[in-house]
C-alpha cells in the first residue's frame, strides 16, 4: 500500500493542490485569495500534465539510428507551457480588474464591492 501511495505522489499533490484551490476560490470574500486559489488550481493541473508524461528512464524523444530506447511523451510538455502562458496573462488581467474594483469601491472583500455596487446603481435610479 505505502508503495503504491509512493508511486502516485504526484497525483495525489496534485489532487490535494487543486482541492485546495477550490475550497480557497469559493469560501474566500477576498479576491486577492480567489486569485491565489485559482492559480493554485493552475499549477496542479500543471503537476498532473506532466506526472502523466513523465516515464521512469525515459530520454527527450530524439530518435537516434539504431537505438531501441523508451522516450517521454513531449506533448504534455508543450501542454503545460502553454498553460503557464495563458495562467500568467489571466493572472495579470484578474489582478489589474481587482485594483480598479479596490480603487473604485475601497475594498477586496467581494460582499463589500457587491454591497456598494448595488448602493450607487439604486441611488443613480
Do not use: W
Amino acid at each position: 500500500m505505502a508503495e503504491l501511495l509512493l508511486q502516485q505522489r504526484y497525483y495525489i499533490a496534485a489532487i490535494l493542490l487543486f482541492s485546495i484551490g477550490l475550497v480557497t476560490l469559493f469560501l474566500h470574500p477576498n479576491l486577492v485569495k480567489k486569485i491565489i486559489g485559482l492559480n493554485l488550481m493552475d499549477t496542479a493541473v500543471f503537476l498532473f500534465l506532466a506526472a502523466m508524461g513523465y516515464v521512469e528512464g525515459g530520454k527527450a524523444p530524439i530518435v537516434e539510428q539504431g537505438a531501441e530506447q523508451v522516450y517521454i511523451n513531449p506533448v504534455p510538455g508543450g501542454l503545460v507551457l502553454t498553460g503557464i502562458v495563458v495562467a500568467v496573462s489571466t493572472t495579470a488581467l484578474f489582478l489589474a480588474l481587482t485594483c480598479r474594483l479596490y480603487r473604485r469601491y475601497g475594498s477586496l472583500n467581494l460582499d463589500v464591492i457587491l454591497m456598494r455596487a448595488r448602493r450607487e446603481r439604486s441611488a443613480e435610479d
